[in-house]
């Protein structure tokens, strides 16, 4: 037995735990009896409580000591496993134990107050919750910043996106802030020309018949039935782990598209689960590489592969087979011109392609100044209201419709939102290269041939789980870093070519 | 802090932690996608080397030291906890860790060669495996005897029914040994007396029907839905944990009646883990008393209540109504005489009630001797045989349908066969007590009213736990100890009266 071998024993436990953990958050939101939430709540405490012991347990320090001298003796996997065992360790460890359960505490409290202010938009009441997270997940902030040599704001984003520096994003998200504004009105100006609008589609879609087009696709796409399910909740998401996938939507039965291509986003997620390197499960190595990885394959399944005429040449028909539907709202260039309406408008998860990134730049903005100590909670609607309107021309109406539409600072998660932009983007320059391997990929998805693009995603992202950082994995797979040009280039053609 | 209130704080995270793993047990046999089994298997490794750790660790043994002398200012419940504590504690760590891995690995295996060998019928190759469970099984039991001051075979009972003594259950099951040749020749003389033998019941019964069917008397009877499920499996059973029941049965369209008295059996266990004391959530005390309590509980339902003429006057309506049936095939009356006809038979599982209990007093017979190194495993087919020539005047055809028959000893579950029969005797005793508190009971239940009958279990039984010993438990409720006599007495009555 080596120190490194001990290692990998602990967070080979530390995981299964973990695993269970998701499997049994996977049946709360979807078969758990209504009032069992008591006893789950319980489980999951003594999950969380049980994993946190192990990887704070006062022997690690030793162990990775003694690693790094054994550390020549180990191969490539192993050493990016030890340092990937080590951000973590140093993540539990960094903040004491007092302030993670204040922390989690002020989270769970501030969410509860949140869910009914929001209701009623009452933001002032909810000052005060809001306050306390903040202040607790500023010294969390710090203390991680101290452990880790990082600005506080980095160290934040590092729980999400490990290695990501706010200095990188400012440039990235300064570019696109002051490319959008004006983006955004020529593809309005030039979508108010066009000489009719998309057909609307309405009518009646059974559930059953939604998911059985969504299992078509699913499994067309390579998503494995005997790894993972298909099931329902009220907020789709991608649960479960690795080897045992567990994906939900919502069916709206007047509401086809949204569903399918909710289905679509997951299955993205999915994708990138299954195709992790089997041989690192339940070791921090075979997991997904960040948030902003894993945000890119979802949309590179929703964006980049199925609102794409290509695609919606080959969907179309089963889509009007399924439904037993027919008419010029049902051809693939009336759903294509649909899905890509642009519009600015006020709720961020309801945003088109082209929008969305203006509301995620807006809240990276405010959050780095509220951890900054430059922005107070009290400030904020001013605020969030005058960069909305630098962006996208547009101010709530309310607080409910402005500052409190999300959960995620309610809830602590400050650091989270850039990398929903940082995954479109890395989507958009993954495809981009994916194709350049192929030139007939356009015309392979015209017939329902997905293999090239997702053989190339396996073997350039999946398989290699967090051995490389994510800008070594992105500069491996597609020859450079993160190009703001690529991403601004696919959206020029997407709506303005 | 007291050394009591950091047991408690123990065991709730140790039963927190098995309760997830039930969960988990049950998404296996429900949900779980094919191919998943080797990530649920390290996620249940993880849990039960968390939990055993947990019990094992050494600090416990001072805190059960200073717990003894807290024992004055301690409440009847929490003493009581105390000696529950200590029971699991000892049955955890009176035994070797290597012996309890060399266990587990030899019954994996030989669980493993036992299907395949039944399938064959190949005995002979299956001698080594059984062999090498049963010498691992009586050196644990040697070693729990060691540290409980109890023999062998009653340590070895003890892990399923706490307290019981081999010494008390020869009494009772040779009373019964006695009995059962002489009463069930009489019973089937009496039966081929008959001017006409039962209708057969057949015809087409679909799932969905049948689990309506089924949900409405689990709903009738007291089953809490915001509390519990019901989902299929191919070996019914009643898992999850007391605030979270998962109760799951096996639909066999073209046999109704099996299916439905299996989800009232299971029923009867689930309605005994729901009317546990929820304030003993996650301790010792809060669990159900033992195995032949909890099969007493489902025996109740399934052999006192469901399968009586009071019940089935009220339930053959609907079950006509179900299936849109009728004829004499489904009067009350007739489904009363098909399901309570006695036949010897090979096979232990497809056995009627009155011939039951002899299968039972076979494998203990027989498992004793094993244990006490009198019978050994290659002289197991002609002993068998034997025995149930002696009780059953009959003789298997083939080891599969012999001693090969049941999963228990191919697992090293030896001592638990006798909790079948101790459960069937207790259900006897509880039904007779309860009836006798409301002599209007049995016209209750011709109307679909059981208030009366689940009120006194949930008072008498379930919300006790595991406060008293069984026989204590079962004296307070009853007013006596097990009782072979009102066990024969409700055979007498419902065979040859």
């Known amino acids: 037995m080596t120190a490194y071998t001990d290692l990998e024993a602990i967070f080979r436990r530390y995981y299964a735990l973990k695993g ?25 405490a003594a999950i969380a409580e049980a994993t946190h012991e192990m990887i704070t347990h006062p022997r690690l320090a030793d162990l990775f000591d003694m690693a790094d001298t054994e550390k020549a003796s ?65 010294e969390s ?39 959008l504004p004006g983006f955004i009105t020529k593809v309005m100006d030039r979508q108010s020309k066009e000489p ?30 005997t790894r993972g399910r298909l099931d329902e909740s009220t907020h789709p998401f991608c649960g ?85 539907v027919s008419g010029p709202a049902w051809e693939a260039e009336n759903i294509y011109r649909l899905v890509t309406r642009v519009k600015p408008s006020l709720i961020r998860v309801d945003a088109d392609e082209a929008t969305y990134p203006a509301h995620v730049i807006i809240r990276y903005m405010l959050e780095k100044e509220m951890i900054s100590g430059k922005l107070a909670v009290k400030d904020l609607p001013e605020a969030w209201g005058t960069a909305m309107h630098a962006l996208l021309r547009v101010k709530p109406d309310t607080d409910a419709n402005g500052c409190m539409q999300d959960i995620h600072w309610p809830d602590g998660a400050f650091g989270y939102f850039p990398t929903y932009t940082l995954g479109a983007m890395t989507a958009a ?10 030139p007939e990929m356009g015309e392979q998805m015209r017939i329902g ?12 992202v999946h398989s290699q789980g967090s051995k490389l950082s994510s800008a070594e994995l992105l500069k491996q797979a597609t020859g450079q870093t993160l190009d703001v040009a690529i991403y601004k280039s696919h959206l ?6």
């Open 492 to 497: 020029e053609k997407r709506y303005l070519v």
């Open 141 to 179: 902030a710090q203390a991680k910043a101290d452990a880790m040599k990082l600005t506080p704001y980095d160290a934040l984003l590092d729980q999400y996106e490990p290695g990501a520096k706010s200095a990188e994003i400012d440039k990235i998200f300064d570019n696109l802030a002051s490319f």
């Open 74 to 138: 180990l191969d490539e996997w192993k050493q990016s496993n030890l340092r990937e065992m080590k951000r973590l360790w140093k993540h539990e460890t960094s903040v004491p134990a007092k302030l993670v359960s204040e922390l989690t505490k002020a989270c769970h409290e501030s969410e509860l107050f949140w869910r009914k202010a929001r209701k009623d938009n009452n933001f002032a009441d909810f000052i005060p919750y809001q306050e306390k997270v903040l202040k607790l997940v500023r």
């Open 449 to 460: 041939n997905f293999t090239h693009l997702f053989e190339w995603l396996k073997k350039n």
């Open 429 to 438: 320059q993954l495809f981009a290269a994916a194709k350049k391997t192929n």
């Open 240 to 324: 479960g782990v690795a080897g045992d996938v567990r994906l939900t939507t919502r069916y709206n039965e007047t509401d086809f598209l949204s569903g399918f291509f909710g289905i679509m986003h997951e299955t993205g997620h999915a994708l990138y689960e299954m195709g992790l390197p089997a041989q690192w499960r339940n070791q921090p190595v075979g997991e997904a590489r960040g948030m902003a990885f894993h945000e890119s394959q979802s949309l590179l399944v929703e964006m980049q592969l199925t609102i794409s005429k290509d695609f919606l040449i080959f969907a179309a028909p089963l889509m009007r087979e399924t439904f037993d």
């Open 20 to 44: 269970a953990g998701s499997i049994l958050h996977w049946d709360n939101a979807t078969m758990m009896p209504a009032n069992a939430g008591d006893v789950r709540g319980e489980q999951l």
């Open 196 to 225: 009719t609008p998309p057909i609307e589609i309405s009518g009646f879609f059974p559930a059953n018949k939604q998911k059985a087009l969504g299992r078509k696709f699913m499994e067309r796409m390579g998503f494995d039935f």
